[in-house]
Nanobody, 123 residues
Framework: VQLQASGGGLVQAGGSLRLSCAAS????????IGWFRQAPGKEREGVSC????????YYADSVKGRFTISSDNAKNTVYLQMNSLKPEDTAVYYC?????????????????WGQGTQVTVSS
């Protein structure tokens, strides 16, 4: 399993970024894929996760209404569209995946991790 995250950068508050996670080495429909983030001095937290089998999604309360996770199964890629960004969204964002039961979309218990991509939101 390989996960390649990209799309991070520096943006002003209120701006948008789209993260991409290119996945390989597994059957997309058998896995759940997600995005976690870790800010300096804080624990890693689940931001949004998606079921590869049916597209069901989970969002952390802190990002609901602002972030959208989606998947392109033909390209084995998961996206995280981040709108109305806030300084508190600043973190390293990690793409993660694991084999899960069908329709599993929770941000818990992931084995495979990609490298992080830095997102910095200035005020």
């Amino acid at each position: 399993v390989q996960l390649q995250a990209s799309g991070g950068g520096l943006v002003q508050a209120g701006g948008s970024l789209r993260l991409s996670c290119a996945a390989s080495g597994f059957t997309f429909g058998d896995y759940a894929i997600g995005w976690f983030r870790q800010a300096p001095g804080k624990e890693r937290e689940g931001v949004s996760c998606i079921s590869g089998s049916d597209g069901a999604t989970y969002y952390a309360d802190s990002v609901k209404g602002r972030f959208t996770i989606s998947s392109d199964n033909a390209k084995n890629t998961v996206y995280l569209q981040m709108n109305s960004l806030k300084p508190e969204d600043t973190a390293v964002y990690y793409c993660t995946a694991d084999k899960k039961p069908p329709m599993y979309y929770y941000c818990s218990g992931y084995t495979y991790w990609g490298q992080g991509t830095q997102v910095t939101v200035s005020s």
